[in-house]
């Protein structure tokens, strides 16, 4: 090949790269920071908080855990005989005990997971516990689910309906789900 | 080697000099992030409340929600959908791209659910449905970004990397 040739294809291939060049971008790449802050549970967007009402008594907060909310029927400071806990063959309503704010951005419907016994440790008999809206122990947040509005709030009571369980010391994990509408 | 490099140089630099240097003036705007040619900017959705647009370079923070939360409740999955908007504002079809480091990993689009474990995950809100990790973006168009987030009782922190490649 000669000189003037070999320089004419090299000139072919500058021109082709120039016209590729000639988009906007061919590439982009940008870097920018996620961060996420976690609240206290009584402060986070789906806020979990004790009532002002006497039966907040049940609940723990853990000042070690961001206030992770709990409930403990087994051990009520609050009231006047120190009870150890719900009786068998029996049927508890207990009443404003907690209360859900949505501090989130959009309106949501909580639904509450119903415990049944095999969901306890150690496995129960009999035993049931459900979440109700203020006092519509009729309506249980695992069948019904509430919707919220930002910045709106509602109490939550328990039902707790015992069979024959051993007198015993049952724990379990209820989910709380809230669904952006 | 040598020998060869130097003999293949000199016929095509046909010898007039070894070195050149010019110096050429090159114009670049860096425009804030809601007008590059990447467009990266609010989505219009209820949680763009989480992307920062204070500065020029924008970022996601989710701490608080304009609605008196301060950040995710520990020891929980939240989801945050439409996030933000990246926007293709160039000439050409582009292939976007997300990955993460840190406490931040990508999912594939449309797929946004929280990691099993402590941390963040991003997902495009969309998939174009050509069975790969990008999405097609054309001229013009936009795509949302979701985030999901599995909490302890630490805060998290990573950083996104958003590709476009022309196709």
């Not at chain 2, 809601?34 to 647009?53: H, I, K, Q, R, V």
């Amino acid at each position: 090949m000669n000189r003037r040739r070999l320089l004419a294809g090299l000139g072919a291939v500058a021109t082709s790269g120039v016209a590729l060049g000639t988009g906007a971008f061919t590439s982009a790449e940008a870097d920018r920071s996620v961060g996420v802050t976690v609240a206290d549970d009584d402060q986070a967007y789906l806020a979990l908080s004790p009532t002002q009402a006497a039966n907040a008594t049940f609940v723990n907060q853990d000042s070690g855990a961001n206030n992770e909310l709990s409930i403990d029927i087994n051990d009520a400071t609050g009231t006047a005989d120190n009870g150890d806990g719900v009786g068998p063959n029996s049927v508890y309503e207990f009443d404003e005990v907690f209360r859900i704010e949505n501090q989130g951005t959009q309106e949501i419907e909580v639904s509450i997971s119903e415990l049944v016994d095999d969901d306890f440790d150690p496995t129960a008999s009999g035993l049931t516990v459900q979440f109700y809206p203020g006092t519509d122990v009729d309506s249980p947040l695992h069948d019904d689910p509430i919707t919220l509005g930002t910045g709106t709030a509602q109490v939550i009571g328990l039902r707790i309906e015992t069979g024959e369980p051993t007198v015993e010391n049952f724990n379990a994990d209820a989910t709380v789900r809230a669904e952006a509408t | 080697m040598g020998a060869l490099a130097s003999g293949t140089a000199a016929v095509i630099g046909t010898g007039a000099f070894s070195s050149v240097e010019a110096d050429r003036q090159v114009d670049v705007q860096v425009t804030e992030d809601a007008n590059a040619y990447l467009g990266l900017d609010n989505s219009g959705e209820a949680n763009d409340m989480y992307f920062d647009t204070s500065g020029d370079e924008y970022a996601v923070d989710f701490v608080e929600s304009g609605n008196g939360g301060n950040g995710v409740n520990p020891n929980a999955d939240t989801v945050a959908e439409d996030v933000f908007t990246i926007t293709n504002q160039g000439t050409q079809p582009v292939e976007v791209s997300l990955s993460g480091s840190g406490d931040l990993s990508a999912q594939l689009p449309g797929s946004i659910s929280a990691p099993s474990s402590d941390g963040i995950t991003v997902a495009l809100a969309e998939d174009d449905g050509d069975g790969d990790a990008t999405y097609e973006l054309g001229v013009g168009e936009s795509v949302n970004v979701d985030f999901a987030i599995n909490s302890g009782t630490s805060n998290l922190s990573g950083t996104l990397t958003i590709g476009a490649e022309a196709r």
